[in-house]
């Protein structure tokens, strides 16, 4: 039976979705140095971290939300033969829709 | 269908406009070692950071704005052939009108 | 007999489980240069600490929580034959449940 | 027609004066290996940042303020043949008057 | 006659105790590379910190307390012949019973 | 006819007194590696720096004090033939009286 | 006549006193890599710095007060033929009575 992951504070967690390096028409040619940013779905949501005035801070996100995070963020959990992606909501840049 | 992007927190995405890098007259002669900010186009705008008082600080920018913005800032999104950025706010420098 | 530990401020005590390395059809293949959590048990927790606005955070973990923690994260502290670790409940990413 | 520029949050834009690097009598000698500060003229102020109090913070600054700002700071923005510069208030360390 | 100390701010002393190194059965086999907090008993204890609401943070520790420290936390105060240790509560883990 | 510095937030204009760096009796002899702070003449001091509660803090100094201040602290400002330093109130250690 | 030093803030003006690096018996012989503070008194006080609240922080110190402070805090200030040092209260430890 897979395990469950209940994210504290404003983590999140994601599965990575297949990460398309190779354009249609033949090899990726990267045109510059700028960090990616990788896309995958939420899986679970934390309850927000606590703000300075002492209450907790909304979270944006939802499970089930299609995002792009920045590449380099996050720890890797390993779920049977998943592997899953924890990370802090402020690491994920924008909800993506086709 | 290109895709869609709907920032978190104080993220923008950008549209890039083209670089004039070389000037009228013939070679580019840069006379400084300063960064120089890049011009894009703003496509899609965060709903704006919490602050420290919990309450969401507002957007000063708004889809459509011309902008200029610090020219390292941010990451690549790909939106089909199309290259975005995906920056904070706070690298946003000014709005530019002709 | 064993030592007792009361943790200050929002540290918590955690007894670390089990890692399996290894995958069941052979030799653990690492795909990633991430760091990967490890998983273990919340053994004791502190009060919480003292946010901005003068008072206590209230903590998220109880005794008895199966947790993932970030792998560098904490000290050791030696309870007889036990080895237990010490670390910070911000260092603690989720609970995990079978 | 040249382009205007309207600063986001405490965003100046200035143009650079001449800088006179050399003194009347001849060679310039620097005595010390302090950072100089340039001098320039406001053209463009932003609406100020928002402080941690959820407020805009005033701008001490007005358009036409003769100012200098330290040596390092800002980018440089083209307006057409003008080289203009792009920094924070904050960068800004005194009005001049002659 | 020994001199007293009496700590300012979130400032402790602690006189620290008598550290195993070499386990029962023979030489110590470190297992880790990560940080081994210290044992000792807090001799002094200061009023606590001021907060960012004007008022003073109340101390957890009280004197006579065995707590466990970061080991590489504190600087040294000679007392006569005794060797003592001050720091910051911040610095101090967890209180110990046995 | 000499320029006028107006600083901004809690800079301070101070002009640098004759330093003494050699003792009465003969060559100075440093026994130490600590930082030697400066005595200057303040010219001028800004309307102070906004505070976290959005309001100005005051100023502690006054145009007229003599001050010691971080001897690594400012930047110059050349006014005429006159060499004028300008930094943070911050910075100034000590108001001194002979 | 001896200069008077009026401290800002919450900064201390200290006497450094005879530093016993020697001890009874004969050579010092340091056993740890740690620190050691040094002994002092308190000569001036600042009139404390200013809190988040826009307050004056209340000093804890007073002159006459035999402190121990960080060893490498603080810069040196000559009055005459002495040697005093200026540092901030949160770099002095612990007040000491024999």
Redesign the interface.
Known sequence: ?P???????D?V?VKPGEQEEVSKGGIFLP??A????KEGKVL?V??GR??????K?PM??KVGDMV?Y??YA?????DGDE?L??LR??E???????
């Open positions: 039976m395990k469950k992951y209940l994210p504290l504070a983590n967690v045109d510059t700028k960090e990616r940013p679970a934390g309850p606590v703000g300075d005035d002492g209450k801070v944006e996100l792009v920045r590449s996050g720890m890797e959990l390993k592997e992606l924890i909501e402020s994920v840049l924008a909800k993506v829709t086709d």
